[in-house]
């Protein structure tokens, strides 16, 4: 299985570019990833935001295939622990899910058409955080997931 994470807009912030890298490189002894920055949209303050969430999702669709399992990270998804986001990969491997694509969306979150083309959708908290700290935040738990899997001391129960 591979995992993709698709984020819409550059981070900015040194320290989590820092935060991001630090875990992309644990990420890459367990499991094949990318990530995958879409740029920001240009000129927003001419569009709606239903007309900015439009334009981001069809930049996302052109980043998605058919066979992709996409997940969106939302705040209105399936809440998970660390262990049990852990089973939930573990599944999807033993699923023979080839490639699975967790989208954030950008400021605003995302158009329908984004939520009728993913298969699920996580919450990280039940706190709303930056899309920013949601990119540091989700590989960190993304390696917290995988660490689980090989039953290694990084997580503590």
Avoid: C, W
């Avoid at 875990?23 to 002894?29: F, G, I, M, Q, V």
């Avoid at 069809?58 to 809440?79: F, H, P, R, T």
């Avoid at 954030?104 to 955080?129: H, N, Q, W």
């Amino acid at each position: 299985m591979k995992i993709t994470l698709l984020v819409v807009g550059k981070t900015e912030d040194k320290y989590l570019i820092e935060g991001i890298e630090k875990y992309l490189n644990r990420l890459k002894h367990y499991i094949g990833f990318n990530l995958t920055v879409i740029p920001d949209i240009k000129n927003t303050k001419n569009l709606t935001e239903a007309q900015q969430k439009n334009k981001e999702a069809e930049l996302i669709l052109k980043q998605i295939s058919n066979s992709d399992l996409v997940v969106l990270l939302d705040e209105k998804g399936k809440k998970h622990s660390s262990m049990s986001f852990a089973n939930y990969l573990n599944k999807q491997m033993i699923g023979s899910v080839q490639h699975l694509v967790f989208i954030i969306g950008g400021p605003y979150g995302f158009d329908e058409s984004i939520y009728k083309r993913a298969a699920s959708s996580v919450s990280l908290s039940d706190m709303t955080f930056s899309h920013q700290m949601v990119r540091l935040f989700f590989v960190e738990q993304l390696y917290r997931a995988f660490s689980i899997l090989k039953g290694e001391p990084y997580h503590h129960e």
